[in-house]
């Protein structure tokens, strides 16, 4: 099981009832933070959450309203007696840009390490997660990230039986391991596993225009978080000239990427109840949230 958490849905700045945008993924004892508005570290508290677990944050870009909340956050976690390490995903300038903002939280007690983002689309594994990471289109480089959960295939007695490999090495190779048998022989997992299983997929993009590459990434996604900056039909120009998003542009993304639900996230200050295009966006992608500071799944693999 993951839990997600979109903590903030606000984009620009953050109002009463409204943070800047951050979301959080837990899976195993393990967090994943994808950016850090100002407000994260109230957003957490209001969700009942700790950041002390955090083992990951995610920057999609640079901007304040994604990146601002990171000192405080990095103050709380050191509070916290946190001695781990953290790792910090980003794109080209994430030392740089954060070192820059821990001028003003330099005492804390573990080491940051970095990933710096350079390919046009990249993947690499963390917290027991498979992670891509893969450039949109805003007026920053910018990255939307897809993480998935593996599933092996089911475990096959008959095949088991039909490979002569004896009871006591079946769970064992069930969780994963390779064994080299005294008679020689070597067991892999295939040996006694079916094909595998559907993952479970999470897509999140925000401050971008949308482009194919994310259809691409988001596709089959059982949950899809899109930014949607205007839901006001006649704001598409601004969307276009500010390389942001409509709540239909999102929509249609998430129809071509044949996404299981698309929660709206990223709404400009000046739209105080995204809640009102509910009705319209769904007549493009029925499935559609539009979604609240605080809005939570958990998300399970299908029964087999």
Not at 55 to 60: A, R
Not at 135 to 150: A, P, S
Not at 199 to 221: E, G, H, M
């Amino acid at each position: 099981m993951i839990e997600v958490c979109l903590l903030g849905t606000g984009g620009m700045m953050p109002l009463p009832n409204r943070w800047l945008t951050s979301m959080m993924l837990r899976y195993n004892g393990s967090c994943i933070l994808v950016d850090c508005g100002e407000g994260t570290q109230i957003a957490l508290k209001e969700k009942g959450w700790s950041p002390n677990p955090i083992d990951v944050i995610c920057f999609t870009h640079f901007h304040a309203d994604h990146i601002s909340g990171l000192p405080g956050m990095l103050l709380t976690m050191g509070n916290a007696d946190r001695t781990q390490p953290l790792l910090i995903v980003g794109p080209k300038g994430v030392e740089r840009v954060v070192e820059g903002l821990r001028m003003i939280a330099r005492d804390i007690p573990f080491a940051i390490e970095y990933k710096e983002l350079t390919g046009n689309e990249e993947t690499f594994e963390a917290c027991g997660l498979g992670i891509s990471a893969y450039k949109v289109c805003h007026n920053v480089i910018c990255y939307g990230y897809t993480f998935e959960l593996d599933r092996a295939g089911k475990f096959d007695v008959e095949m088991a039986k039909s490979r002569n490999i004896e009871m006591p090495y079946w769970s064992r190779l069930q969780k994963g391991e390779i064994i080299s048998t005294p008679d020689g022989r070597q067991l892999t997992p295939e040996m006694v596993l079916g094909a595998p299983r559907k993952v479970i997929k999470i897509s999140y993009c925000t401050d971008t225009r949308p482009v194919a590459v994310i259809s691409k990434y988001a596709k089959n996604s059982d949950l899809f978080i899109c930014e949607g900056m205007y839901g006001e039909p006649d704001k598409l120009p601004k969307a276009k000239e500010h390389k942001h998003m409509t709540f239909y542009e999102a929509a249609t993304l998430a129809k071509e990427a044949d996404v299981k639900e698309l929660w709206l996230t990223h709404f400009s200050p000046s739209l105080p109840n995204p809640r009102a295009y509910t009705k319209e966006v769904r007549k493009i992608f029925e499935n559609t949230v539009v979604a609240k500071d605080g809005q939570t799944v958990d998300l399970l693999f299908e029964e087999d």
